[in-house]
């Protein structure tokens, strides 16, 4: 298990019982005590957990992550024009990967039925958008499906992604910001977004305005990382500037 799973799991442990202790975490996930030690440290870093004698007590809740559903229905229109925008991204007879969201599945919706292309995603919603394409060779990455994003993740997803040389990735997030980079509330699912930016030779986040200077629990890389970001013109002039100046091109569809 990799230490952001592990810690997402020590997190719902802890809600559930009220306290986690290092001994019983060391046994329960067959790791040392200085790793369970390390874990409770970054958690109470990032203010999830507070350490006490022996262990932890949660503060607070988990980092709250609304269904699919409500998320798509936010900010629709503009989540269509920049799913319209990344068309013209599409490498001709390329390859791709498309994170889970629900930008990226607009952007799956979007794609004409003629399209010649090798798509990956592990993703359901994106998968199931393009299955009756002809042209397109679709690939769907396995692994634990998550019930709120409908999104692969764990060992088996990073590890098809570890093996993976695309085109282009059209990466979604839950929150971007210059200071705080790229974030989403889980840890399994922004260790796969880590895994998708590194496993394509070009990045293009498509994210809509409202999701500018929110910041999540789990951070998976910085804005730096990412050669376009297609947004929409709720972003302003000034704040699309300072991301350019980083060198990251930026597109208000």
């Not at 042209?135 to 634990?144: D, E, F, N, S, T």
């Amino acid at each position: 298990m990799y230490a952001p799973e592990r810690q997402q799991e020590i997190l719902r442990l802890a809600q559930e019982s009220g306290r986690v202790d290092v001994l019983s975490l060391a046994e329960e996930f067959q790791v040392t005590a200085e790793t369970v030690r390390r874990d409770l440290k970054a958690l109470d870093r990032a203010g999830l957990l507070r350490r006490v004698h022996g262990g932890a007590i949660p503060v607070g809740r988990l980092d709250f992550e609304p269904d699919l559903a409500e998320r798509d229905a936010v900010a629709a229109d503009e989540k269509d024009r920049i799913a319209q925008a990344a068309l013209a991204e599409l490498p001709p007879d390329g390859n791709v990967i498309i994170d889970a969201g629900t930008t990226t599945a607009r952007l799956a919706a979007a794609l004409p039925v003629d399209a010649s292309l090798t798509v990956v995603t592990h993703a359901l919603p994106v998968a199931a958008r393009l299955a009756d394409h002809p042209g397109i060779a679709l690939h769907l990455v396995g692994g634990r499906v998550r019930h709120r994003t409908r999104a692969a993740v764990d060992a088996w997803a990073l590890g098809v992604y570890a093996e993976i040389s695309a085109d282009v990735v059209f990466l979604a997030t839950n929150g971007f910001a210059p200071d705080s980079g790229l974030t989403t509330p889980d840890l399994a699912e922004a260790a796969v977004k880590r895994a998708v930016a590194r496993a394509a030779r070009r990045v293009v986040l498509l994210a809509d305005s409202g999701k500018f200077g929110q910041r999540h629990f789990a951070r998976f890389g910085d804005l730096t990382d990412v050669d376009l970001l297609i947004t929409d013109t709720g972003l302003s002039p000034d704040d699309a500037r300072s991301i350019e100046s980083r060198g990251t091109e930026v597109v208000r569809a």
